[in-house]
């Protein structure tokens, strides 16, 4: 319920941006956009990015992005996760393949890693640049 609570709050928050792009585009380029574990800067710019002006968003010292709305009672606190789960190249091998390890303590779920085995992924370089790839899988 609190995912579908921040979930709604944010939807909230987009709908009152005065900018021309429709709700379900500007949605889509936030779904888009990568934010492994420890390299949230992305999300949490294109989400202030999305913020109407009056809602004078900050970022505190641990780049959390805070929004505060109103003042008095009640109050209610709207807290969404900006990363997600995913790996970092650690090396890339002379036949071309890419090597990744996972830089959280562990995955939800003991399966997580082969349920990746196939997938399309998306490697973000040192220079910012998206590149798409895929993972390999047993022959």
Sequence with gaps: MHGRV???GGLVLLSCTATAQPLHERFLQLVQTPGLAGYEADVRTAVK??????TNPRIDELGNLIVVLGSGEPR???????DEDG??????TDDGFV???RPTSGPA???ADQFMVGQPVVIRTAAGKLVPGVTATPS
């Design 109 to 111: 779920t003991p399966l």
């Design 6 to 8: 921040a979930f709604l």
């Design 76 to 82: 209610l606190a709207l807290v969404a996760s900006l």
């Design 87 to 92: 790996y970092v190249v650690s090396r890339i």
């Design 99 to 101: 090597r990744l390890h």
């Design 49 to 54: 990015a999305q913020l109407p002006s009056w």
